[in-house]
């Protein structure tokens, strides 16, 4: 078994400096096509579920899902995360479920809509580290909001992230990772014109901190993709992501964690649409299910080998939650 803390993959991720893509999970195919990848591709992975996937498949159906993903990749260290944690309860939930990591996103109140203040962050931050870190499971929080709504979750308007706030936050609440805003939005509609990242914001902030830096909304929508979704009878006229070169400068100024849900999203869909346009006559969901979990396996080795995850899942031995525990 190689379940490890989102903190040791992270951690030997800026190490190594290479990005670890964090892949959003609702189903069995989702879930085996990226430990497909990852083992083609020799990658440690961080498979994440959102509050919404794990309402969506009753928890229990998905945990279990995800640790058959850890039981048979024993070489793969893998990271289970809960993605947009709202409340301490919902990231007790997750740590009781088996997960190894945990984001509690206090960027937003507990509605996951409202931009929530400064200390009210701090408080429900600290009280979610508290918890976990004596169950060496590793916590993520975000300071500044992204925009976009995805899942439900999001204000839908971008404030970029305070370095100095950035600074103070960490050293607050005693977090492992820190999701920040310089541009980046969920969904499939990011940019209105060309793709916009504060770089300068983000190299202030890596030279205030020292942790892991995560982006959120980092998919890249590829055209090809949408153009695919529409070829099929889809419409998603104008949808636009963060150019791949965008992520991987992104990367060499010091992020870490990438968070990928979109892009799997939409090329399953394309599989589909193509599926059910070219062959009419098909109704057994593995017709349609099994072309969507390859080309999902295809997109995120892509994943792999540009974040420069590829080739690092032998690097270092798995530390258990126990050993974590111990190191905070
Ligand atoms: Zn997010």
């Given at each position: 078994?190689?379940?490890?803390?989102?903190?040791?993959?992270?951690?030997?991720?800026?190490?190594?400096?290479?990005?670890?893509?964090?892949?959003?999970?609702?189903?069995?195919?989702?879930?085996?096509?990226?430990?497909?990848?990852?083992?083609?591709?020799?990658?440690?992975?961080?498979?994440?579920?959102?509050?919404?996937?794990?309402?969506?498949?009753?928890?229990?159906?998905?945990?279990?899902?995800?640790?058959?993903?850890?039981?048979?990749?024993?070489?793969?260290?893998?990271?289970?995360?809960?993605?947009?944690?709202?409340?301490?309860?919902?990231?007790?939930?997750?740590i009781e479920l088996g997960f190894s990591s945990v984001m509690i996103d206090g960027s937003l109140m507990e509605d996951g809509k409202t931009a929530s203040t400064y200390d009210y962050n701090v408080k429900v931050t600290k009280s979610v580290v508290e918890y976990a870190h004596k169950r060496g499971v590793s916590v993520e929080a975000e300071i500044g909001t992204l925009g976009g709504i995805e899942d439900g979750v999001?204000?839908?308007?971008?404030?970029?992230?305070?370095?100095?706030?950035?600074?103070?936050?960490?050293?607050?609440?005693?977090?492992?990772?820190l999701a920040i805003a310089i541009g980046t939005s969920h969904g499939a509609y990011k940019f209105k014109g060309a793709a916009n990242l504060a770089f300068d914001v983000l190299k202030e902030?890596?030279?205030?901190?020292?942790?892991?830096?995560?982006?959120?909304?980092?998919?890249?929508?590829?055209?090809?993709l949408i153009d695919d979704v529409n070829k099929y009878g889809g419409k998603m006229p104008g949808a636009t992501g963060v150019p791949m070169e965008s992520l991987q400068e992104a990367i060499k100024l010091g992020v870490q964690k990438i968070n990928v849900d979109t892009d799997g999203r939409?090329?399953?869909?394309?599989?589909?649409?193509?599926?059910?346009?070219?062959?009419?006559?098909?109704?057994?969901?593995?017709?349609?299910?099994?072309?969507?979990?390859?080309?999902?396996?295809?997109?995120?080795?892509?994943?792999?080998?540009?974040?420069?995850?590829?080739?690092?899942?032998?690097?270092?031995?798995?530390?258990?939650l126990e050993e974590m525990k111990r190191s905070y």
């Open positions: 078994m190689a379940l490890v803390s989102g903190k040791q993959i992270l951690d030997e991720a800026q190490k190594g400096k290479y990005g670890v893509g964090a892949y959003n999970v609702n189903n069995m195919e989702q879930i085996q096509a990226i430990m497909a990848a990852a083992k083609e591709t020799k990658s440690p992975v961080i498979i994440q579920a959102s509050r919404g996937a794990l309402k969506y498949s009753n928890f229990t159906y998905l945990g279990y899902l995800m640790k058959a993903a850890v039981i048979e990749n024993p070489e793969i260290p893998v990271s289970m995360h809960l993605d947009h944690g709202n409340s301490l309860d919902s990231a007790i939930k997750a999001g204000s839908g308007t971008i404030h970029v992230t305070d370095p100095k706030e950035a600074k103070k936050f960490v050293n607050e609440t005693g977090v492992d990772s902030i890596r030279g205030l901190i020292s942790i892991p830096i995560v982006l959120h909304g980092a998919s890249s929508v590829p055209k090809n939409l090329v399953m869909t394309a599989a589909i649409r193509k599926v059910f346009a070219e062959s009419p006559e098909k109704f057994d969901p593995r017709d349609y299910l099994g072309p969507a979990r390859i080309a999902l396996t295809d997109l995120i080795k892509s994943k792999m080998l540009a974040f420069g995850t590829a080739g690092h899942s032998g690097d270092y031995a798995p530390k258990s």
